[in-house]
């Protein structure tokens, strides 16, 4: 995961956070590249469904609280 943050330019801060939260917003790229899903809503709500953003989504905030129960 760390090779496709640098190899795509994601934000650098995300190699200093712990590794356990790279797979979100990895995982929305592979989402996009490999599965050709580019429903912006949907690749958002996947690249913050470990940590949560501000003035989430309805989609966002559901994707976040199945992943917490």
């Known amino acids: 995961m760390k090779g496709i943050i640098q190899k795509e330019q994601m934000n650098p ?23 050709g899903i580019d429903d ?5 709500a996947i690249e913050f469904h470990t940590s949560g953003r501000p003035d989430m989504t309805l989609l966002e905030k559901s994707h976040l609280c199945r992943r917490l129960y």
Do not use: I
């Not at 801060?13 to 599965?35: D, F, I, M, N, R």
């Not at 912006?40 to 958002?44: A, F, I, R, Y």
């Open 13 to 35: 801060l995300l190699l200093e956070y712990s590794p356990e939260l790279w797979h979100a917003p990895v995982g929305a790229y592979l989402v996009k590249k490999e599965a």
């Open 40 to 44: 912006q809503d949907v690749l958002t």
